[in-house]
């Protein structure tokens, strides 16, 4: 089993649409979970953090779900400009680590 | 932005060629990370400093070998390069444990013939 999952995508939606992406891991004594955003041939850049009580940022609402050990990642009225892949990021098997997920594809059209 | 630099950001070289990557990191962050992105692939964590020592290398080829001068410059150096390392690579930083956020720099895409 994959580290870190997510499903590729890509999530075709249109404008002011609501997605939802998930993420499982394996590690259940991961302590610190993270979406990061990356552009077309740029650099991943931090999102959000993921906080055990769920948190929300603007039209960007993170859930952690120990019990199951999947993150999600919801994004209200979508934007042109969210178009991206979402990466997943936690924890690594090895401890200390940050593991990347594949990423999530999202294209958000007119 | 330019908390994190790279150079160059674009490379290309032959399989006998002997490159240098640079990182450098303005944040004064104690932790900095190399990761290929290949086509495709997640990220893969290569190599990691904190506070200079070579604290994780994930079982990359000798061909790729790292420096850490100092807390704010990275470098990879490659030689003998096979066309299946042809990838972004990406430097990393973080404050201090290696759970922190990283901020990335953005990349050098590197394509060996």
């Known amino acids: 089993r994959k580290e870190v999952e997510q499903d590729p995508g890509p999530f075709n939606v249109p404008e002011g649409a609501t997605v939802a992406f998930n993420c499982t891991y394996s590690?259940?004594?991961?302590?610190?979970f993270f979406w990061y955003r990356q552009d077309c041939r740029k650099e991943p850049k931090l999102l959000m953090s993921?906080?055990?009580s769920g948190n929300e940022d603007g039209r960007f609402t993170a859930q952690l779900n120990r019990a199951s050990q999947y993150i999600s990642l919801l994004i209200r009225d979508s934007k042109l400009s969210d178009s991206a892949t979402y990466l997943c990021?936690?924890?690594?098997?090895?401890?200390?680590?940050?593991?990347f997920g594949g990423g999530t594809r999202l294209m958000v059209k007119p | 932005e330019t908390g994190v630099t790279q150079t160059p950001r674009h490379l290309v070289m032959g399989m006998t060629n002997k490159k240098s990557l640079k990182c450098e990191q303005h944040l004064g962050h104690n932790a900095m990370y190399w990761y290929k992105q290949s086509a495709k692939k997640p990220l893969e964590l290569m190599f990691v400093y904190s506070l200079e020592e070579r604290v994780e290398n994930n079982s990359v080829p000798s061909r790729f070998s790292p420096e850490c001068p100092n807390s704010s410059h990275l470098f990879l150096h490659l030689h003998t390069l096979q066309p299946e390392d042809s990838a972004l690579y990406l430097c990393?930083?973080?404050?201090?444990?290696?759970?922190?956020?990283?901020?990335f720099g953005p990349g050098t895409r590197l394509t060996v013939l």
């Open positions: 590690n259940s004594a991961s302590q610190s």
């Open positions: 990021v936690v924890n690594s098997d090895a401890g200390n680590m940050l593991t």
């Open positions: 990393a930083s973080s404050q201090a444990s290696m759970a922190d956020t990283q901020y």
């Open positions: 993921v906080y055990s």
